[in-house]
């Protein structure tokens, strides 16, 4: 089974962390993932860093252009990647565009997924309808989980079509902004939130986007299995680098 599954079945809520390949420092990679395992985290995202993140608010956009400027590319993270199940067991994700991934060969990317242990990716710009038309097969070859997300503007049948196809859990954005937003969960959001809860999708939904504190993760674990930490880790590496991810986890453990 894959690993996101098994770790969708577990009792309990998951928190899921953030980060940009390859930021601060090149090397940093393998290093964040394992101090992340050791703190407690239940699921990591590896950001594929990309030259135009549309999606990404200002700080992970900045941490993509260092992490580039470092030298990162598609083929340098597979490279790090290539002895992590030796050390790190927890699943992990590659969320990143489809451009990379398009150039690099996408048969050629979910191969080594597979082979160095990735267990989903997440690609926020790569429509559904060409996924099944052209992918979906790569995908599931691979036994490689494609994420789907959703927004608080996201038809009602969309979202039983992106349930349909999934066999993960769904990325639920809670707003239509980038990430990174300081704003918190406004009644707004925790009406979406309940709205989608009521929906009763076979697939568990994770929220991301706007959690940068432990009042905005509960209020996220009320409605959903899990939370995704995503800029406010990328501003903790900024500042602190690798030291102290224990502490900085604990804040919302």
Same mark, same amino acid.
């Given at each position: ?21 390859? @930021?601060p420092k090149l090397d940093d990679t393998v290093v964040i993932l394992e101090a992340l ?69 996408? %048969? ?47 038809? %009602? ?34 009406? @979406?939130? %309940? ?9 568990p939904q994770i929220i991301g986007f706007g959690i940068n504190s432990r009042e905005t ?5 009320? @409605? ?14 900024? %500042? ?14």
């Amino acid at each position: 089974m894959n690993r996101i599954n098994q770790s969708l079945q577990q009792d309990k809520k998951l928190l899921s962390i953030y980060f940009t390949a390859g @930021y601060p420092k090149l090397d940093d990679t393998v290093v964040i993932l394992e101090a992340l395992e050791k703190s407690g985290v239940d699921m990591v995202e590896i950001g594929l860093p990309f030259s135009d993140p549309l999606a990404d608010g200002p700080t992970i956009q900045a941490s993509s252009t260092q992490a580039l400027q470092n030298g990162m590319t598609t083929q340098v993270l597979f490279n790090q990647l290539k002895d992590i199940r030796k050390t790190v067991s927890i699943p992990l994700l590659i969320m990143g565009y489809f451009n990379p991934i398009l150039q690099f060969g996408v %048969e050629n990317f979910c191969r080594i997924c597979a082979e160095v242990g990735i267990d989903g990716v997440i690609i926020p710009d790569l429509p559904i309808e060409v996924y099944l038309e052209e992918y979906q097969s790569i995908f599931d070859k691979h036994q490689l989980i494609n994420v789907f997300l959703i927004t608080p503007q996201t038809a %009602e049948n969309r979202i039983q079509l992106i349930d349909s196809i999934s066999n993960g859990f769904i990325y639920m954005v809670s707003s239509a902004s980038v990430t990174g937003s300081d704003l918190g969960f406004n009644n707004t959001q925790e009406l @979406y939130f %309940e709205r989608i809860s009521k929906m009763n999708l076979k697939n568990p939904q994770i929220i991301g986007f706007g959690i940068n504190s432990r009042e905005t993760l509960l209020q996220a674990l009320k @409605y959903a299995k899990g939370g995704i930490i995503g800029s406010t880790f990328v501003k903790h590496l900024k %500042e602190q680098g690798t030291q102290n991810l224990p502490d900085f986890v604990s804040k919302f453990r």
